[in-house]
């Protein structure tokens, strides 16, 4: 594996990807399937996202014509979306050990991938189907995509996590415009990421690729 600098290179991949039970994923470019999202108004930007991402086989929807984009995100659809965003190898992996993710699991790949780079934390449990709450998904980013991080916080909101570190993974998302908050004075922090709110922040962060981000690929 090395790291390599990419300029947009993720939109013209051709990996080969694991298709979950419950997902309809193509291995190569598709037409954009799903009827729940518009491809106008308040929606145009979400559209353009999931079509996007979805053609290159980075997310999957909940059926084969729906995407289920207000839906709660679950770690594991996380550990996948980003996983195959990064385009890391998720075949020949180390075991992180989680008790709640055997080999048989159909994210273990994705999940051990993460841990394996150190972008998610090795311990007992990973819990899978539990949804992922914004701050753990500033700081998967953050790490994920090797962004500057932040040194100070400048944001003004008043429910900034008691864990400092993680307020500068959140500050260092809202630096690169890649998320704001849920009000001018709040973030949310605890409040769950639903599935479109995550391919949007994947997109967004995906096409600052070529302003030197790094991600980590398999040569």
């Not at 998720?90 to 999940?111: A, C, L, Q």
Request: aromatic share 12%; proline share 4%; net charge neutral.
């Amino acid at each position: 594996m090395s790291t390599k600098k990419v300029h947009k290179a993720w939109a013209f991949a051709t990996a080969a990807v694991v298709v979950p039970c419950v997902a309809a994923m193509p291995a190569e470019a598709a037409a954009m399937p799903f009827t729940d999202i518009k491809n106008s108004g308040s929606e145009a930007e979400l559209y353009k996202a999931v079509s996007e991402l979805y053609s290159q086989g980075i997310v999957f929807g909940t059926t084969s014509t729906t995407f289920s984009p207000y839906q709660n995100l679950t770690r594991g659809e996380a550990a996948y979306f980003l996983a195959e965003a990064l385009k890391l190898e998720t075949k020949n992996v180390v075991n992180p050990g989680f008790n709640d993710v055997p080999t048989s699991h159909k994210y273990y790949g994705h999940i051990a991938a993460l841990a394996e780079k150190g972008i998610i934390q090795k311990g007992t449990n990973y819990n899978p189907d539990h949804f992922i709450k914004r701050s753990q998904m500033a700081k998967i980013l953050t790490l994920g995509f090797n962004l500057q991080q932040a040194t100070t916080l400048s944001a003004t909101f008043s429910d900034f996590t008691k864990d400092n570190e993680t307020n500068k993974y959140i500050q260092t998302l809202l630096d690169y415009g890649i998320t704001q908050g849920t009000s001018a004075t709040t973030f949310s922090p605890y409040t769950d990421v639903r599935r479109g709110q995550m391919v949007l922040f994947l997109y967004r962060t995906l096409q600052k690729a070529e302003d030197d981000f790094y991600i980590i690929s398999v040569e």
